[in-house]
């Protein structure tokens, strides 16, 4: 039994996409409803407008994970907002960011208003749009935003994380967070503005902002972990987690859930493999499951031992 629960709503089991990932047109959202072992579907980061993004190449695979900078590109948020009023087939969770903290709120009283009542998510960490830094590095404008959001939305609502790196950081969002009602944070987005270099070349892999790019894959998990852990330890119980990053195996999923994540998501491993990664990340938690003797994720998740 690998259901969990996010902000009053089941989920089948605890993986989703990471958002970015299969997931920006109606075509992709369609895959996602019909993939087995996703548990609920993510939303391409809506924006008031729709954007085009960065210059290509802005995606790059590397062995050891992936560099981008998107920009940002989708369909404007009435797409999604409507997407997700007419999708059935499982949970959604709507993605939002802004381009300013006044787009974000217009978006978000829009939301309010609709017919929709599942669970909102507000990114607070996109590290590609030039020119605009991540949000939730600045912990003054963070809580100045969400004393605005909370002014008015009162359906359920979480907030996309950046990675951090000091304790006391973790220490400063947290006490932010806190203070507002919030379902869910959704740790960690892409480790911002890494630079992969092609030493035969002599060149930048990615075109946008000059190479620099947002990391993802395997060279991240214990950055992702380390979030996952860090603010489990120190969010209220209230305040669900959802851990991404780095996530190649079922035993990678079992280490986010062990450090306190209620939902695990997927992102450059599904580039990768396809979005028949779920299945086989499904079974192989399954099998460590039974081999410990672990029958819900509830036996085990916060569960990391200290030596
Ligand atoms: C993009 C990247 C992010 O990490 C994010 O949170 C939102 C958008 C992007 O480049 O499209």
Redesign the pocket.
């Known amino acids: 039994n690998l259901t969990t629960q996010l902000a009053q709503v089941t989920f089948d089991g605890p993986l989703l996409n990471a958002?970015?990932i299969h997931c920006q047109t109606k075509e992709e959202l369609a895959d996602l409803a019909a993939t087995s072992n996703l548990a609920g579907i993510v939303t391409k980061?809506a924006t008031l407008l729709p954007r085009t993004?960065?210059e290509s190449p802005r995606y790059y695979d590397l062995a050891y994970g992936s560099i981008?900078?998107?920009?940002?590109?989708n369909l404007g948020y009435p797409f999604y907002l409507d997407y997700v009023q007419q999708e059935t087939a499982k949970p959604t969770i709507l993605s939002v960011?802004g381009l300013s903290a006044e787009d974000v709120l217009e978006v978000l009283m829009d939301v309010q208003d609709s017919d929709y009542q599942g669970i909102t998510e507000l990114?607070l960490?996109?590290?590609?749009?030039p020119g605009k830094p991540q949000t939730a590095y600045d912990f003054v404008a963070t809580r100045k935003l969400l004393e605005r959001v909370f002014a008015f939305f009162t359906k359920p609502i979480g907030v996309?994380l950046p990675p951090y790196f000091d304790l006391v950081h973790f220490d400063q969002i947290a006490a932010v967070l806190n203070d507002f009602p919030i379902t869910h944070v959704n740790t960690v987005?892409?480790v911002g503005n890494g630079l992969v270099v092609d030493v035969e070349k002599e060149q930048v892999v990615t075109k946008p902002k000059g190479g620099f790019g947002?990391l993802g894959g395997a060279m991240i998990l214990p950055t992702a972990l380390a979030n996952v852990r860090a603010l489990r330890q120190r969010l209220n119980e209230s305040i669900a987690i959802i851990g991404t990053g780095g996530v190649t195996s079922g035993a990678d999923v079992f280490a986010h859930i062990l450090c306190g994540a209620d939902m695990v998501s997927v992102g450059t491993q599904v580039i990768k493999e396809g979005l028949g990664v779920y299945d086989r990340l499904t079974e192989e938690l399954q099998a460590i499951m039974a081999e410990k003797g672990y029958e819900s994720l509830s036996d085990f998740r916060g569960q990391l031992r200290e030596l």
Do not use: D, E, Q
């Open positions: 958002s970015g980061s993004g960065n981008n900078s998107m920009g940002l590109p960011a990114n960490s996109c590290p590609n749009v996309k987005n892409s947002g």
